[in-house]
């Protein structure tokens, strides 16, 4: 990796751990923590010294990265089974793990898209595990009543969001309808000519393999939107065509947060992930698109999914781990 430094000022006094089955975000250290100290270049973790370098830019809490990345997800054709196992192509690890080349996105290392190929193996084996999620203690939707009670902050978000002061929270919505990377590698330091390839790779294989999922889920309960509910509350943005709970926003953000800070943990940029995953999870909220309880399932979901999706892109979670560490 090229020569490069953190900067570690957003991070203020944050302690960040990932044990066996929680992640946790303090502002004080604990035993086994890493605790981030914004005055050192890098990170130190119980006095093993461990330099982490990239070429970037510095990070920002509250500015997002001028070049934008998004990873496609082609909605048409995600289950082309036909094309899922052609082996001899899809499968190409030179071709696909060719480091100089895999982030040449249509032809320039500065390009708006991020594109990967149609990952059959991990969905082959999401597949295989099916009894292991398709059934995953979700809470069921709260009833009418209670979605009632939450159309009065979704007014107030709605008039808030015209006002000038939110015209950043406008920008945003409208890019996060699809999946937008730039979010997520802000927080990383990662800017267009970065190269981190398997980072991104990683994020934009989360957020496929949890569509899938999430749409299952939705297709269970067929929830409605929160202008089915009140025709009087408006839209920011259109609604997408598939149901609201649990909210496929909030799943796939914070199930991204929390693949990455399982194959990265010492990372400094972890805290800020989270809170930009939580940041988009609830502009749909803002968007009128979701109620606050479409939003709290996707974030439950995220965390029941978990140890199944670390089987499923285990392998990606590694190449990621190599990419950071060297």
């Known amino acids: 990796m090229a020569d490069g430094s953190f900067d570690l000022t957003i991070l203020q006094d944050w302690a960040f751990s990932v044990r066996a089955n929680t992640i946790d975000l303090r502002a004080t250290p ?7 100290q914004p005055g050192h270049q890098g990170w130190v973790a119980h006095g093993q010294s461990v330099q982490m370098s990239a070429s970037m830019s510095a990070v920002r809490a509250s500015t997002l990265t001028t070049q934008s990345f ?3 997800l082609n909605r048409d054709n995600r289950g082309n089974r036909g094309n899922r196992d052609n082996r001899d192509n899809r499968d190409n690890r030179d071709n696909r793990d060719n480091r ?7 032809g320039t290392l500065g390009g708006a898209y991020y594109s990967v190929l149609a990952p059959w193996q ?6 295989d595990l099916r009894g292991a999620w398709c059934d995953l203690p979700l809470d069921p939707p709260p009833d009418r009543s ?3 009670a939450e159309l009065p902050l979704l007014f107030e978000l709605q008039a808030r969001l015209q006002t000038e002061a939110e015209a950043p929270r406008r920008a945003e919505i409208l890019s996060e309808r699809d999946l937008e990377l730039s979010s997520y590698l802000a927080p990383l330091g990662i800017n267009g000519g970065s190269g981190f390839g398997a980072t991104m790779r990683l994020m934009v294989l989360v957020a496929q393999i949890c569509e899938e999922v999430g749409l299952r889920y939705k297709d269970r309960w067929r929830a409605i939107r929160p202008n089915r509910l009140e025709p009087s509350l408006r839209p ?10 649990p909210s496929n926003h909030a799943f796939q953000t914070m199930a991204i947060a929390q693949i990455f800070a399982r194959a990265v943990p010492e990372h400094p940029g972890n805290p800020e992930l989270f809170r930009r995953a939580m940041r988009i999870a609830h502009n749909r909220e803002w968007a009128g698109v979701h109620f606050p309880a479409d939003t709290r399932a996707g974030f439950q979901l995220a ?6 999706l670390e089987q499923v892109v285990e392998a990606q979670m590694i190449r ?7």
């Open 146 to 148: 209670v979605l009632r």
């Open 70 to 72: 998004q990873g496609v």
């Open 303 to 308: 965390y029941l999914f978990l140890p199944v």
């Open 236 to 245: 920011f943005i259109a609604n997408p065509g598939h149901a609201s709970y």
């Open 30 to 36: 604990g035993e086994g923590d890493i605790a981030v």
């Open 100 to 106: 100089d080349n895999r982030d040449n996105r249509d």
């Open 122 to 127: 991990e969905r082959e084996r999401l597949h």
């Open 320 to 326: 990621t781990s190599e990419e950071w560490r060297g």
